[in-house]
Structures are given as structure tokens and as C-alpha cells.
């Protein structure tokens, strides 16, 4: 078990230039803050009225940089959970104070990015830096919303919704979440993808205090696995990250917030409240029962605040006078948590073929170290592996050959034999009980014996046949079985055929005859075990025949490029073909919706030009009338209509520049359908019908890959080309390009998603 260790809670303030220097004020350590309020003069002088607080934390993050912060509060434990131990990373505060931007961050700024994308570039850049390790990565992305719990990555096209709710369980390995979809990220940028496409689907609102407030909790896991590559070890470790965003408390007279808003608000303050109670419950060391059950987001935490974690707080709070009550409750809640103690400890586990494989080479090995040492010692050599059926039959045929006293005594080479030996002796007793059973009961004929055969037959206990015949009774049944003749109507028994006779027989392994007496001959169970042996050797050769080469033969002269390019349509390029269509009708149909609204903003102006030369004639009939400020009525309504017509204008155009960029967009996605489609033709037409060397190279394991451009293609590369692949590399080096590939991959899904939706309407 790990040592108990408290939960470390910090601070960051939100950077304001109207800062309260004299309510707050930092300590030298830069740990402490101090909280001065002032007395409320309308409510009186109260003796008692507490107007200063101090609060002891483990930092205090004051006009920090998201590096800073990520350094100082998130990285030890995400270099602890690669090494086994689990972690929780918590942003609490108050109503727009940062929660989000301090986890995950301005995602379309690289810089700006938060604590979760940098715990998974860390992650990912660990996994480079140990080659000498498996490591597995796995995510997830939970939201609580009004207390019900939603899978932020089921709107992936191979997740889907759930049929049933998603619910919390409980287990001895701890708490999970039925229902909860796990993805597997093999590279950092599939990662960042599953960030931006959870982020996508929570749900914020607008109020006064926050422009894009979130309305629900959220908790990305990160779940690693590590094993090594080198050591063959059962063990292998195990642990998850969770980072965790807390919605902010709503103070409903500050934030306006009314209709559904105010429903969710009511919700997240009362899961706060719960949460805030179990910390309270977790520091008193006198109480035995915490409400984790109370609601859905302190079950779900329940591992992260009691359990094997590693557990840190953010708390972010505002740093005005007018924010003062708010700030003292966050820091109230984050000199609670520091009372909550975990027991962080490695989590190892063992792979139970991994187990059954390393025993069994143990196994083997000590069992060439025995032999090796009876070779020394000049004993015979003894065979430790379990006793075949052959050598079991051997070993019957000796006991039986000991009893008829035809064999003096029987060879002793191993322990597992002087076992057999002693159940073959058990064996041959409870046969001869059987046996004198039945002599007690019936008479045994010798089927050799004609004479005492004919007598059978004449007192009618069996047929013509030599079948035993009966007649059956209440108690049991007689010699034999009663034949169609005696009881006409009951059907005989059917017969076992001979096969089955002589299966049964060989399962017997040397069971005595119980009419003749007689035991069988030595060696007859090894001889049928032999036949059986044969036989089973022979449907082996019979199914391992050589079958007809089901892959059509190569044609000898390849076709023309036209023809295998009409082929590749209907195969490998049938989904390609289907994008390019789709994008096609896309395009075609916003170029059609451009021309009717150019001609929609052409009459419009038509009839702008048209109106304004009336307004101007009515203006200069005024002006020679000499009414100078006083219009009538049909130059008021014209000038009404042209003010009509300028927002009908504006909003057209504004209508036409959207349909230009999507048009833009649409004519770039046609364009890349086009160059992969090309691309892959040439690679499956290269791997069709190019020579059959050639075949063997582009085999998997080689070091040559189909589509891959050639080694002198990258050796001459001018000065051209390499001043355009250098003017791909992002401004911040190259470890932001996941990111922004992730970055431009969600964004081109979201206009994908609304182009279909458009189209649809």
C-alpha cells in the first residue's frame, strides 16, 4: 500500500486592471493570501463581524502563463501517472474566473492551450522517450448535465447513441461508467481530435458574466497502460488521469440568468453543494459515512477523492472588490479539499497467460535441471511429463500380468507411475466385484462352450441369434431383454451396431469378459488405441490435401490505364467516387443558390438606383416650392422604402459572401477528391499488375510502402520545394502540428456537418 498524502489546492487569479490591493494581499511565500473586508455600515456595527481571513495554500498563481501554470499544478502528475500512479486534476471556482481556459484553453491558439492538451502532448512525448516500452493510451469524455450523464464522443460516426442510459458502477477495481465509450489513440493528433470533437458537443450559454459559460461538468480520463518490450514480465502497470472541469456556481442576481438557464444553474449549484459536503465529510476524521451517492458527480468521483489518486485543485477566483463574497467561497472550498488525504500506490497488474507461459517455462527448466542430474548420478532416465494412454495400457497389461502371477514384479521409475500402478490395482478390484456380482446373480456361459450354448437355447434363454432373451418385472429385469415375440406390444431395443461395441470396449481399457471370464489379451487396448491413432492420422493427411488456388491467376499484359481506371471505380475507389459526388452536388448546388441571389442583389439594386432618382425629384420639386425641412407623404414612404431596400441589400450581400466561402471550400474538397482518387489509382494499379519482385519488396515487414515517394524524388528536391515544405512548418516548432492538424481536421467536419445539413433543408 502507498503512503497517505493530502490533496494540494492552488490558486490563479484572474488578471484584471481594476485588482483590489487592499482586500487582497499575497504573502511572501506566495503562498498565503490574506482577505480584508470591510464592514457593512448599513447593517450596523456588529461586534462579532469577521472582516479579515487567511488562507494557506500550496500556491498562489497571480498573472501567470498557462505554461506556468501547467509546470507548477499538472505536470508531476501526469510524469507519475506514466509510472503507475493515479491522478485527478480539478478547476473549481467561481462564474467566469477562467475554469475552462485554465484546463483546456484557448483551442485555436496553440499557445493559449490549456492543462488537458499539454497532458496529452506530455504523454505522447514520454511514449517517444521510452522505446523500451508498450504503452497503450486510451480516452474518454464524460459530461454531467442536470445531474444525467451524456458520452461527449458518441456523435463519432463508429460509436453511435446508446440504447440504454449510461449509469455509474461500482467494483472491487473501482468505479466506472457503464456505457461510457473508450478510445483507443495510437498518436497524439488522434488524441487532440477526440479533445476538439467533446468539446464541440457541451453545452454553454450566454449570460452577463460569461459569454460562453459551460453548463455542465465534464471529466476527460486518460487511461495509459505500460508494459515492457524487453523483459518478458507477467506485470504490467496501469493508470488514468482525470481532468476534471467544474461548472461554476451561479449567483442568479449577478448573472440575469432566467428560463433554461436558470434550470441548469440550479442543478450545477446543488451538485456543488453535494461535492462540497463530502470534502467536509472526507476532512472530519471522526465520520464514518460520506455521501457520495447523493449525485451523479460525486459518485463519479468517489475513486479521485477517497481512492488510490493523486489528487490537485485549481481554484480561480476574480481579483475585484465587487467579486469579494464569491472569492472567499472558492477559497473556502480549496482549504477544505487540502484537508482530504489519498493513499496513492502503483497499480500492477499481471497478464494471466503471461503467468501460465513463465510457469511453464519454469516448469521446464526444472525438469531438464532433474534430468540433467540423474545423467550425473548414473540413474535411468525418467520421463516426468503425464502418463499417455499407451503407457497407461502398459502399465495395466503389467498390474494384470502381476496378479496371474506370469510377471515376477513390475519396474518403478517415477512417482506418477507408482500412481497409476495403485489405480490399475483399484481398477482390477472393483471389476472383480462387478464380476462376482453378477455370478451371484446369473449363470455365465462360455460363448465357446457348444454343448452348454445348445442348453441355453433349449431352456430358451436366447435366440437362434445368440441374443440374451428376458422377461422384464417390477423389481428389474431378468437375463437379458425381452424380445418383440414375448411382448408384442412393446418395440425391441435397438442394437448397438459394432462400431459402437468397439468403442466402448476401447474406453473399458482392459475390462474382463463377464460370459467367457476371460481377460484380454495383453496388449489388445494399445493395439486398438493404435488403430484409432492410424485413423486420426489419416483424416490429417485427407483435410491437409492441397485445395484450388482460390485468387483469380495474374494476366499477363496489364490492361490500359483507362479500363483499370473504370475498374477501380467499382472496387477500391467506389467510396471516393461516392465523396466526389456528394461534394459535387454540394458545389453545384450553392454555385446555383450564388446566381439567384446575385440576381436577387442586382434588381434590388435596380430598384435602389430607381427609388433614390424619385427621392432626389421630390427633394428638388420641394426645394423649388421653396419647402426646404417639411416632406409630404410620398417622400417620406420612399425614403422608408430605400432604408428597406439598403438592409435587404446588406443582407443579401452578406448571404453571397457566405455561399463564395462555402463555394471556396466546396471547390477545395471536390479538388482533394480528385488528387486521392488519382493517387490511390496509381497505387493499386502498381500493386495490381506490377512484376512480381516487385510484389515481395512491398510486403508487410518491409521497409518499402506502397505510395511512398521515391529516395532519389526526396534527394533532388530543389531550393523551390524545400522553401515550400518549410513554409508548412507551424511558427511554434514542430511539436504544435498535431495540434493544429487536429485543429484544421475538426474545423473542416464542422463545415462538412453544416453543408450537409444546408443541403438537406
Known amino acids: 500500500m502507498g503512503t497517505r498524502k493530502k490533496a494540494r489546492a492552488f490558486v490563479r487569479v484572474r488578471p484584471t486592471d481594476d485588482f483590489a490591493h487592499e482586500m487582497i494581499r499575497y504573502g511572501d511565500d506566495n503562498r498565503t493570501i490574506n482577505i480584508h473586508l470591510r464592514k457593512d455600515t448599513q447593517r450596523g456595527m456588529v461586534a462579532n463581524q469577521q472582516t479579515d481571513w487567511s488562507f494557506k495554500l500550496d500556491g498562489i498563481l497571480h498573472n501567470a502563463s498557462q505554461d506556468v501554470v501547467y509546470e507548477t499544478v499538472a505536470k508531476d502528475v501526469v510524469s507519475q501517472a506514466l509510472s503507475g500512479y493515479n491522478g485527478t486534476i480539478i478547476c473549481y471556482g467561481q462564474m467566469g474566473a477562467g475554469k475552462t481556459y485554465t484546463m483546456t484553453g484557448a483551442t485555436d491558439t496553440y499557445k493559449h492551450r490549456g492543462i488537458l492538451p499539454r497532458a496529452l502532448q506530455q504523454v505522447f512525448r514520454t511514449i517517444r522517450e521510452r522505446p523500451t516500452q508498450a504503452i497503450t493510451v486510451r480516452v474518454s469524455y464524460l459530461e454531467i448535465y442536470n445531474d444525467s450523464l451524456f458520452d461527449l464522443l458518441s456523435t463519432l460516426p463508429y460509436v453511435g447513441p446508446s440504447v440504454t442510459p449510461m449509469t455509474i458502477v461500482e467494483n472491487p477495481q473501482g468505479v466506472f461508467i457503464k456505457g461510457l465509450s473508450v478510445h483507443l489513440t495510437s498518436q497524439e493528433e488522434d488524441a487532440y481530435s477526440l479533445l476538439f470533437e467533446g468539446e464541440s458537443n457541451r453545452i454553454t450559454a450566454s449570460h452577463t458574466m460569461n459569454k460562453n459559460s459551460s453548463r455542465s461538468h465534464s471529466i476527460f480520463t486518460i487511461y495509459v497502460e505500460a508494459q515492457s518490450r524487453t523483459l518478458s514480465e507477467a506485470k504490467h502497470i496501469t493508470s488514468k488521469i482525470n481532468l476534471v472541469d467544474l461548472a461554476s456556481s451561479d449567483t442568479w442576481g449577478k448573472s440575469g440568468s432566467e428560463g433554461r438557464v436558470l434550470k441548469e444553474a440550479t442543478y450545477i449549484n446543488k451538485s456543488l453543494s453535494f461535492l462540497e459536503q463530502a470534502i467536509i465529510a472526507l476532512g472530519d476524521q471522526k465520520r464514518d459515512h460520506i455521501p457520495f451517492r447523493q449525485c451523479k458527480l460525486t459518485h463519479a468521483l468517489k475513486d479521485s477523492l477517497v481512492g488510490n489518486c493523486t489528487m490537485v485543485l485549481v481554484t480561480s477566483i476574480y481579483g475585484e472588490a465587487a467579486w469579494l463574497e464569491e472569492t472567499l467561497s472558492s477559497l473556502r472550498f480549496a482549504s477544505r479539499m487540502k484537508l482530504v488525504t489519498t493513499e496513492p500506490a502503483i497499480n500492477e497488474k499481471y497478464d494471466a497467460e503471461r503467468v501460465v507461459k513463465d510457469l511453464e517455462n519454469k516448469l521446464a527448466l526444472l525438469k531438464h535441471e532433474l534430468a540433467t542430474r540423474n545423467r550425473l548420478a548414473n540413474r535411468p532416465l525418467v520421463n516426468y511429463e503425464p502418463l499417455d494412454e499407451i503407457r497407461i495400457a502398459e502399465i495395466s497389461s503389467q498390474v494384470r500380468r502381476y496378479l496371474e502371477r506370469t510377471l515376477d514384479e513390475i519396474d518403478i521409475l517415477s512417482l506418477r507411475q507408482i500412481r497409476e500402478v495403485f489405480n490399475q490395482f483399484r481398477v482390477v478390484l472393483s471389476q ?330
Open 432 to 761: 472383480q466385484e462387478v464380476e462376482s456380482t453378477l455370478r451371484r446373480k446369473y449363470i455365465l456361459v462360455d460363448k465357446n462352450d457348444s454343448v452348454a450354448i445348445s442348453a441355453v437355447q433349449k431352456a430358451g434363454l436366447i435366440d437362434a441369434e445368440g441374443h440374451l432373451v428376458g422377461k422384464p418385472d417390477r423389481q428389474g429385469f431378468g437375463l437379458g431383454v425381452a424380445s418383440s415375440s414375448t411382448k408384442p406390444g412393446e418395440k425391441p431395443e435397438s442394437k448397438k451396431t459394432l462400431k459402437e461395441l468397439f468403442s466402448s470396449s476401447a474406453r473399458k481399457e482392459g475390462v474382463s469378459d463377464p460370459v467367457s471370464g476371460k481377460d484380454s489379451k495383453d496388449g489388445g487396448v494399445a493395439d486398438m488405441l493404435l488403430q484409432d491413432r492410424e485413423i486420426s492420422t489419416m483424416k490429417t493427411l485427407l483435410s491437409d490435401s492441397p485445395k484450388e488456388e482460390l485468387h483469380p491467376a495474374r494476366p499477363s499484359t496489364p490492361p490500359s490505364k483507362h479500363e483499370a481506371f473504370e475498374d477501380f471505380k467499382k472496387e477500391r475507389g467506389r467510396e471516393i467516387i461516392h465523396i466526389l459526388k456528394e461534394n459535387k452536388c454540394v458545389f453545384n448546388e450553392r454555385s446555383r443558390m450564388a446566381s439567384e441571389t446575385t440576381r436577387r442583389i442586382n434588381a434590388i439594386k435596380r430598384e435602389i438606383d430607381v427609388t433614390k432618382e424619385a427621392l432626389n425629384f421630390q427633394k428638388s420639386l420641394r426645394e423649388k416650392q421653396g419647402e426646404y425641412e417639411i416632406i409630404d407623404e410620398e417622400e417620406f414612404q420612399l425614403i422608408l422604402k430605400l432604408k428597406d431596400l439598403k438592409k435587404q441589400y446588406r443582407a443579401e450581400y452578406q448571404d453571397l459572401c457566405n455561399l463564395k466561402a462555402e463555394i471556396q471550400h466546396c471547390q477545395h474538397m471536390v479538388d482533394q477528391c480528385r488528387c486521392r482518387l488519382l493517387k490511390e489509382f496509381d497505387i493499386w494499379y502498381n500493386e495490381s499488375f506490377m512484376p512480381e519482385d516487385v510484389q515481395v519488396a512491398l510486403k508487410p515487414g518491409s521497409s518499402i510502402q506502397p505510395g511512398m515517394v521515391p529516395a532519389s524524388r526526396i534527394g533532388s528536391l530543389g531550393e523551390d520545394d524545400r522553401d515550400k515544405s518549410s513554409q508548412l512548418m507551424p511558427p511554434e516548432g514542430p511539436d504544435s502540428i498535431p495540434f493544429h492538424n487536429a485543429k484544421v481536421k475538426s474545423r473542416q467536419k464542422k463545415t462538412a456537418m453544416r453543408l450537409r445539413q444546408a443541403h438537406r433543408k
